[in-house]
């Protein structure tokens, strides 16, 4: 395939299946490449601290509007801890606009 050209539906259907993980530790496991890192491989890094200062990966989401960003990240309570059901939990639902097109995450409970 040279670089400028297309992957066809069956190269592409070739290449997902030659680089994918699923299923990859066994059909119920849901830590996916997590599983890559070891206790071992914890303890190497761990060994490797110097200072001991925490730094955040975290990225703060945009959630007013503004020229830049017209529809921002909106997070909704869809169910709270406090409904009286008996397995009561709480249900988030974050919901992301990418330009014009939108994504959106719920987490498992």
Do not use: Y
């Amino acid at each position: 395939m040279s670089s400028g050209s297309w992957m066809s539906s069956e190269q592409h259907r070739e290449l997902f299946e030659s680089v994918k993980n699923w299923g990859r530790w066994g059909p119920e496991d849901e830590a996916g490449a997590l599983n890559l890192i070891t206790p071992e491989l914890r303890a190497a890094a761990a060994a490797e601290v110097v200072h001991g200062q925490a730094v955040s990966c975290a990225r703060e989401l945009p959630v007013e509007p503004n020229a830049e960003n017209r529809h921002p990240a909106l997070h909704m309570m869809v169910r709270g801890g406090d409904d009286c059901v008996p397995r009561a939990s709480i249900w988030n639902r974050l919901v992301i606009s990418l330009v014009s097109r939108s994504m959106e995450w719920q987490p498992r409970t």
